[in-house]
């Protein structure tokens, strides 16, 4: 029995969600990666995906904003790792949509603000 079941996050969240889709593709359907940090461990992230049976995928949203940045790292290190899962995706046959947010920075107002929007691409017909 397939579920229905969706997951978000945002950041190592978005990284945590990226994973449990690959793990549990038939559970976590339909799933949203804010602003993430797929650098972390972008190695074992891509290849996860590409080992992963995700035929079960309904929708997979990610994004990053064109401002992201931490105490350690800037946002030309979050958008090459974030377009780097999209050349990666972009090859398989997951329904999924990719966004760079112009002047997004990396905190809980700008997530809050796309959120809605995500939510519509997750679950329209």
């Known amino acids: 029995m397939q579920s229905d079941t969706a997951m978000a996050g945002s950041s190592s969240g978005g990284v945590i969600s990226t994973y449990a889709m690959c793990r ?10 804010l602003s993430n940090a797929y650098w972390l461990c972008q190695q074992e992230i891509e290849t996860l995906l590409e080992e992963s049976d995700l035929s079960d995928v ?6 990053v904003g064109t401002n992201e940045q931490t105490a350690t790292f ?11 899962v999209k050349e990666l995706l972009d090859r398989t046959d997951v ?14 107002i700008a997530w809050r603000e796309r959120f809605p929007a995500i939510l519509r691409y997750l679950y329209e017909k």
């Not at 800037?74 to 780097?84: A, E, I, M, Q, T």
């Open 24 to 33: 549990y593709p038939s559970i976590f359907t339909r799933v949203a990666a």
């Open 58 to 63: 309904k929708r997979f949203y990610f994004d």
């Open 74 to 84: 800037g946002s030309d290190v979050y958008l090459h790792s974030n377009r780097s």
């Open 95 to 108: 329904p999924h949509r990719f966004a760079i947010i112009e002047d997004a920075v990396h905190n809980e």
